[in-house]
C-alpha cells in the first residue's frame, strides 16, 4: 500500500493550492483519512480529517474557513482545498489513511502514512 499526497508548491500570500492523495493497493473509499503537516523544527500537527461513515470533515482552528477536505470516490482520491494560505501554512504535508472510523478531530493513528508534499507560502 502507498499513499502519496502532492500539488504542493511555491504560493504568494492569500493564494491558494489544492492537494491531491491518491493511494495504490487500497481504495480511499473506504479509508478515514486525515491531513498533518510538520514544518521544519516543529512537531506533527493535525490539519484535518474525513470520516468514512457519513462524510464528515472536521478542521484545525488554525485552517478553519480556509481549508477544505473532500473526496472524489470516482477517483479514488482525497483532496485539501488551501485558500487564503499564509506563511504560517508553510510545511510538507501528509495524508494519511486507516480502514477503522471513529471520531477524528485531532486523531493521530492512522494505519498508513503518505510522502508529503512541500507547501511554501511566501512573497
Known amino acids: 500500500v502507498q499513499l502519496q499526497a502532492s500539488g504542493g508548491g511555491l504560493v504568494q500570500p492569500g493564494g491558494s493550492l489544492r492537494l491531491s492523495c491518491a493511494a495504490s493497493?487500497?481504495?480511499?473509499?473506504?479509508?478515514?483519512i486525515g491531513w498533518f503537516r510538520q514544518a521544519p523544527g516543529q512537531e506533527r500537527e493535525w490539519v484535518s480529517c474525513?470520516?468514512?461513515?457519513?462524510?464528515?470533515?472536521y478542521y484545525a482552528d488554525s485552517v478553519k474557513g480556509r481549508f477544505t477536505s473532500s473526496r472524489d470516490n470516482a477517483r479514488g482520491t482525497v483532496y485539501l482545498q488551501m485558500n487564503s494560505l499564509k506563511p504560517e501554512d508553510t510545511a510538507v504535508y501528509y495524508c494519511?489513511?486507516?480502514?477503522?472510523?471513529?471520531?477524528?478531530?485531532?486523531?493521530?493513528?492512522?494505519?498508513?502514512w503518505g510522502k508529503g508534499t512541500q507547501v511554501t507560502v511566501s512573497s
Open positions: 494519511a489513511a486507516d480502514p477503522v472510523d471513529y471520531y477524528c478531530p485531532g486523531r493521530q493513528e492512522y494505519n498508513y
Open positions: 493497493g487500497i481504495s480511499l473509499d473506504y479509508y478515514a
Open positions: 474525513i470520516s468514512v461513515s457519513d462524510g464528515s470533515t
